[in-house]
């Protein structure tokens, strides 16, 4: 791995622990102004629009440009939005800002690795990124919750600067030579350009399977978060802070689950992880029968176990299929445009079923069952087409 490389990884830690700890200074400053408790999973809500909206202008402009440089722009626009948190914007219209400037710079990041390093390498170099970036989700929540606990306003200042200490670190990356750069950037040319890209990863068989699942587990994974917040409290008598320790376990889970993909997975053989998703599917509905933090503990660490496997070699899959027929910048963006879909329909779900008084138990077997369902569809196309194709 490159010098380069490392650079990235500390600036991309630094970029995940603000936003993973905003999350929770976000919720605790929705708290202190007496907001309904659904206006909890609406923050992402907020914060995905961006994604979806910009998907296609984000990848043009991460491949017309250095990707370092575009890092720094996007944090400088994450920094702009909690600046403005301490100015009295609402903490929903904060997340919006935060997410826009998030949706540039996810191109960028993932992009920038098939520009730096060779292909055997992706899923290494991948593993080092989820790895970076889920440390940052283990001490993102609990950092976030912790300096927010009796000041929100002081929590969100610190966060502030830590996305400007990230812009620093994006402007030390090297430049690497710009990928895929497009000849015309009229809004016409744009929508083409990404409807096209769109129709290509998902017309093909390697990329179709990989970004359904990606699409499922981003969407899953956020929505989880909020179930276990909320499971935690209701069910285990646990405060915000102890319920935010849970789901740093969750990451810790992901990131061994994701050091053993990248030792014992190779690229061609991505597609046989499928199975860890189905099992993970009904670990979650075992949740309704966990009394204890203890064994609510070792639970989601195996979830996250299981999540981490699956998803580090079928995210390189897509990464290199993308590079491969599209551009780095083209086909991250398409991802997160799918992702982003996922995380707004089941986010959206679980807060209408919030919003109802659905009981929590109900909400995890919904939930659980709709994971594991949907990873066996997926899983049983794929072998079906590929004995077609034989």
Known sequence: MTKGFYTLLIAQFLSAVADNALLFA?????????????????LREFFVIAYIVLAPFVGPFADALPKGKVMFLSNGIKFLGCSLALFGLPPLYVYAIVGIGAAAYSPAKYGILTEMLPHFQLIKANAWMEGTTVTAII????????????????????????????????????KVPIDHKMPKRDLISLLKDFWHAFTTLWRDPQGQV????????????????????????????????????????????IAIGSVGASMFVKLENAVKVLPAGILMGILVMGMILVESPEVAAVVLFCIGVLAGYFLVPLNSLLQHRGHTLLGAGHSIAVQNFNENIGILVLLGI????????????????????????????IYKLYLKHTKTNC
């Open 26 to 42: 976000s919720i605790a400053l929705l708290s202190k102004l007496n907001a309904p408790e659904w206006h909890e999973p609406l």
């Open 139 to 174: 001490l993102g929540p609990v950092f976030g919750s912790s300096i927010s606990a009796h000041d929100p306003y002081f929590g969100i200042a610190i966060i502030t600067l830590i996305y400007l200490l990230a812009a620093g670190f994006n402007y030390y990356i090297p």
């Open 210 to 253: 990989s970004l359904a699942v990606t699409t499922l587990f981003w969407g899953a994974g956020a929505t989880l978060q909020f179930v276990v917040l909320r499971w935690a409290g209701l069910k285990l008598g646990l405060d915000e802070q102890s319920a935010t320790k849970l789901i740093a376990i969750l990451a810790v889970g």
């Open 350 to 377: 679980y807060t209408l079923m919030v919003h109802e008084n659905l009981s929590i138990d109900i909400i995890i077997i919904i939930f659980g069952a709709f994971v594991s369902i949907s990873m066996a569809v």
